[in-house]
C-alpha cells in the first residue's frame, strides 16, 4: 500500500496530507465550542434532506455518514474537514504534473499553497462546503484532461460525476460551468470533448444525480427564493453607490491581491535575487479557462451589484491556476527551493495547531473558547420535557453536540418543513424577546465573546 501511494505521489506530499489530517481533526480539543460551519453541521446532519438552507446538500450529506461511523462528536466533524483539505492537495498535485508535466514543478505547486493565506488559515481551520468545491472543482480539471487524450465512456462518466459533485458542493460551481461552456466555444480541444456523443453519458448522468435537489430548489416550496435573499445579503443590497462596470474590477483586483498576497512577495524577492526567472506560458485551454473565469467573476459580481467580495469566494475557482503561476516562472534550483517550501508548510501546519492554545494564553478573543455548557445545563435541569429551539445553527449545533440523542431545532432554519412555533418548546432568544412571547423563565447575562444577553422562553404565545 505504501509503495502503491508513493507511486502517485512523493512521499513529502503523502506527509503533509497525512499530518493536515491529523492536525485538522486534533486541533478540536483545544476548542470550547465548535466553529460556525462545524455547527452549522451539527445541526443539519440530524437529518438526511434533499437541501439544506442556501447551501447544497452533498457536504452534509457525507457529514451524516461520517457521524454514523464515527459518532456524534467534535472530532467527526473535524476529520472530515481534514480528509477534503488532504484530498485538495493530492489532486492539485496529480493534476499540477498532467499540467506540467514535471514532478518537481508538480510537487513545488502543490507547496506553493501554503503562501495562499485563506487556504492555509480559514480553509484548514473551518471551511467545510468551500474545501468541498476546491474538491470538486479541482477532480473536475483532472477529469477533464484525462479526456482530452482518452476520450473512454467511463472519463465521460466520471466527468458527469464530478459535475454533479460539484452543483451538489456550492452553487458557485455554476460559474465554473459557464466558464467552461464559453472556452468551448473557441477552443479545438474542449471542442472535441464536448461534441462527443459520449457527452450524453455526462450530460444524463449528471442531471438525474443533481435532480431531487434542483426539484427542492426551484420546487412549489420555492425554496430557491431564499438562497437568492442569502446571496443578496452576502454580497451586499445594492443599494449603495454602485460605479458601474468599476465597482467588480475593483472588488476583483482588492480580492486577488488578498488571495495571493504572500506569493507575488515571495516571487518579487525570488525574483529580485535571481532564483526564479519569468518565461511565457503556452497560450492552451487552460490559459484560456483563467481568463473566461476572471470575466465570468467580473459579471456575476456585476449583475448582482456587489458591495463585498470575500476571498474564500474566489478560491475554489481560482485555486487550479496557481498551476499556471507556476508555469511562469523557470526556476533555478527548484529541489532547494521545494525544501525550504515544505519545511515552510510544516511549521505553518504546526502553528495551526497550537494557535487555539496560544490565543486563550495571550487573551486574544476567539469564539471558540466559550462553551455552550450554561445553555446546555439550564435547558437539561428545567426543559427537560420540551422541544428546544435556539436563535440560530451557531447554538442549535454546539447545543447539539453536548446532547446528541435529542432533536435540536434553530429559529432561522427556513428549510426545517414544518412551524417551528409549537406548543411544547422553548425558545432561547439573543438579547431581546418578540413581544407576542411570554415572560421569560431563565436567562444567562454576559454569554459568550459578545457578552449577549440570552433569554428562556416557554413556547409562543398562542401561536401554533
Same mark, same amino acid.
Given at each position: 500500500?505504501? /509503495?502503491?501511494?508513493?507511486?502517485?505521489?512523493?512521499? !513529502?506530499?503523502?506527509?503533509?496530507?497525512?499530518?493536515?489530517?491529523?492536525?485538522?481533526?486534533?486541533?478540536?480539543?483545544?476548542?470550547?465550542?465548535?466553529?460556525?460551519?462545524?455547527?452549522?453541521?451539527? @445541526?443539519? /446532519?440530524?437529518?438526511?434532506?434533499?437541501?439544506?438552507?442556501?447551501?447544497?446538500?452533498?457536504?452534509?450529506?457525507?457529514?451524516?455518514?461520517?457521524?454514523?461511523?464515527? &459518532?456524534?462528536?467534535?472530532?467527526?466533524?473535524?476529520?472530515?474537514?481534514?480528509?477534503?483539505?488532504?484530498?485538495?492537495?493530492?489532486?492539485? @498535485?496529480?493534476?499540477?504534473? =498532467?499540467?506540467?508535466?514535471?514532478?518537481?514543478?508538480? &510537487?513545488?505547486?502543490?507547496?506553493?499553497?501554503?503562501?495562499?493565506?485563506?487556504?492555509?488559515? +480559514?480553509?484548514? !481551520?473551518?471551511?467545510?462546503?468551500?474545501?468541498?468545491?476546491? +474538491?470538486?472543482?479541482?477532480?473536475?480539471?483532472?477529469? %477533464?484532461? !484525462?479526456?482530452?487524450?482518452?476520450?473512454?465512456?467511463?472519463?465521460?462518466?466520471?466527468?458527469?460525476? $464530478?459535475?454533479?459533485?460539484?452543483? *451538489?458542493?456550492? @452553487?458557485? @460551481?455554476?460559474?465554473?460551468? /459557464?466558464?467552461?461552456?464559453?472556452?468551448?466555444?473557441?477552443?479545438?480541444?474542449?471542442?472535441?470533448?464536448?461534441?462527443?456523443?459520449?457527452?450524453?453519458?455526462?450530460?444524463? %448522468?449528471?442531471?438525474?444525480?443533481?435532480?431531487?435537489?434542483?426539484?427542492?430548489?426551484?420546487?412549489?416550496?420555492?425554496?430557491?427564493?431564499?438562497?437568492?435573499?442569502?446571496?443578496?445579503?452576502?454580497?451586499?443590497?445594492?443599494?449603495?453607490?454602485?460605479? %458601474?462596470?468599476i465597482t467588480p474590477v475593483i472588488l476583483i483586483i482588492k480580492g486577488l491581491i488578498a488571495l495571493m498576497a504572500p506569493l507575488l512577495l515571495v516571487f518579487l524577492v525570488l525574483v529580485l535575487l535571481k532564483k526564479v526567472t519569468l518565461q511565457r506560458s503556452k497560450w492552451d485551454w487552460f490559459s484560456k479557462l483563467f481568463v473566461v473565469q476572471i470575466l465570468i467573476l467580473l459579471l456575476f459580481f456585476l449583475l448582482v451589484k456587489a458591495q463585498k467580495v470575500e476571498?474564500?469566494?474566489?478560491?475554489?475557482?481560482?485555486?487550479?491556476?496557481?498551476?499556471?503561476?507556476?508555469?511562469s516562472f523557470q526556476f533555478e534550483n527548484i529541489i532547494k527551493i521545494k525544501r525550504y517550501a515544505f519545511v515552510t508548510f510544516i511549521v505553518i501546519i504546526g502553528f495551526q495547531f497550537l494557535r487555539t492554545p496560544m490565543e486563550k494564553v495571550l487573551g486574544i478573543p476567539s469564539s471558540v473558547h466559550f462553551g455552550f455548557e450554561p445553555i446546555s445545563n439550564i435547558l437539561r435541569q428545567n426543559y427537560s420535557g420540551k422541544e428546544w429551539v435556539l436563535p440560530n445553527?451557531?447554538?442549535?449545533?454546539?447545543? =447539539?453536540?453536548?446532547?446528541?440523542?435529542?432533536?435540536?431545532?434553530?429559529?432561522?432554519?427556513?428549510?426545517?418543513?414544518?412551524?417551528?412555533?409549537?406548543?411544547? #418548546?422553548?425558545?432561547?432568544?439573543?438579547?431581546?424577546?418578540?413581544?407576542? $412571547? #411570554?415572560?421569560?423563565?431563565?436567562?444567562? *447575562?454576559?454569554?459568550? #465573546?459578545?457578552?449577549?444577553?440570552?433569554?428562556?422562553?416557554?413556547?409562543?404565545?398562542? *401561536?401554533?
Amino acid at each position: 500500500m505504501s /509503495s502503491l501511494l508513493q507511486g502517485l505521489w512523493p512521499k !513529502r506530499i503523502i506527509i503533509l496530507v497525512v499530518l493536515s489530517v491529523l492536525v485538522i481533526a486534533a486541533s478540536t480539543i483545544f476548542k470550547a465550542a465548535v466553529e460556525l460551519e462545524d455547527a452549522e453541521q451539527a @445541526y443539519y /446532519s440530524q437529518w438526511l434532506r434533499w437541501g439544506y438552507d442556501d447551501q447544497p446538500p452533498l457536504y452534509t450529506w457525507i457529514q451524516y455518514f461520517f457521524n454514523q461511523v464515527l &459518532g456524534f462528536n467534535k472530532l467527526s466533524f473535524s476529520f472530515l474537514r481534514g480528509i477534503i483539505f488532504g484530498g485538495i492537495l493530492l489532486l492539485l @498535485y496529480q493534476f499540477a504534473k =498532467k499540467m506540467h508535466k514535471d514532478v518537481q514543478k508538480a &510537487g513545488i505547486t502543490v507547496f506553493m499553497m501554503v503562501l495562499i493565506p485563506v487556504f492555509i488559515d +480559514f480553509t484548514f !481551520r473551518r471551511l467545510s462546503h468551500t474545501s468541498l468545491l476546491c +474538491f470538486s472543482i479541482l477532480a473536475t480539471y483532472l477529469i %477533464l484532461e !484525462r479526456l482530452l487524450t482518452k476520450k473512454t465512456v467511463w472519463n465521460y462518466i466520471l466527468f458527469g460525476v $464530478c459535475i454533479a459533485f460539484g452543483l *451538489l458542493s456550492k @452553487y458557485n @460551481y455554476v460559474l465554473f460551468l /459557464s466558464a467552461f461552456a464559453i472556452v468551448v466555444l473557441f477552443d479545438g480541444q474542449l471542442r472535441k470533448v464536448v461534441f462527443n456523443g459520449k457527452i450524453l453519458a455526462t450530460i444524463l %448522468l449528471a442531471m438525474v444525480l443533481v435532480a431531487p435537489h434542483f426539484y427542492w430548489l426551484f420546487g412549489p416550496n420555492e425554496n430557491w427564493s431564499m438562497v437568492r435573499e442569502s446571496i443578496q445579503d452576502k454580497t451586499g443590497d445594492g443599494t449603495a453607490d454602485y460605479l %458601474l462596470g468599476i465597482t467588480p474590477v475593483i472588488l476583483i483586483i482588492k480580492g486577488l491581491i488578498a488571495l495571493m498576497a504572500p506569493l507575488l512577495l515571495v516571487f518579487l524577492v525570488l525574483v529580485l535575487l535571481k532564483k526564479v526567472t519569468l518565461q511565457r506560458s503556452k497560450w492552451d485551454w487552460f490559459s484560456k479557462l483563467f481568463v473566461v473565469q476572471i470575466l465570468i467573476l467580473l459579471l456575476f459580481f456585476l449583475l448582482v451589484k456587489a458591495q463585498k467580495v470575500e476571498v474564500r469566494w474566489l478560491l475554489p475557482l481560482l485555486l487550479p491556476f496557481i498551476i499556471l503561476w507556476a508555469k511562469s516562472f523557470q526556476f533555478e534550483n527548484i529541489i532547494k527551493i521545494k525544501r525550504y517550501a515544505f519545511v515552510t508548510f510544516i511549521v505553518i501546519i504546526g502553528f495551526q495547531f497550537l494557535r487555539t492554545p496560544m490565543e486563550k494564553v495571550l487573551g486574544i478573543p476567539s469564539s471558540v473558547h466559550f462553551g455552550f455548557e450554561p445553555i446546555s445545563n439550564i435547558l437539561r435541569q428545567n426543559y427537560s420535557g420540551k422541544e428546544w429551539v435556539l436563535p440560530n445553527v451557531t447554538y442549535a449545533g454546539n447545543i =447539539k453536540l453536548l446532547n446528541p440523542n435529542r432533536l435540536i431545532i434553530s429559529n432561522d432554519d427556513f428549510s426545517f418543513g414544518t412551524s417551528i412555533n409549537g406548543k411544547n #418548546r422553548v425558545f432561547v432568544y439573543i438579547g431581546k424577546i418578540p413581544d407576542e $412571547c #411570554r415572560k421569560p423563565t431563565d436567562s444567562i *447575562l454576559g454569554f459568550g #465573546r459578545e457578552k449577549d444577553t440570552l433569554f428562556f422562553v416557554p413556547n409562543l404565545n398562542e *401561536l401554533n
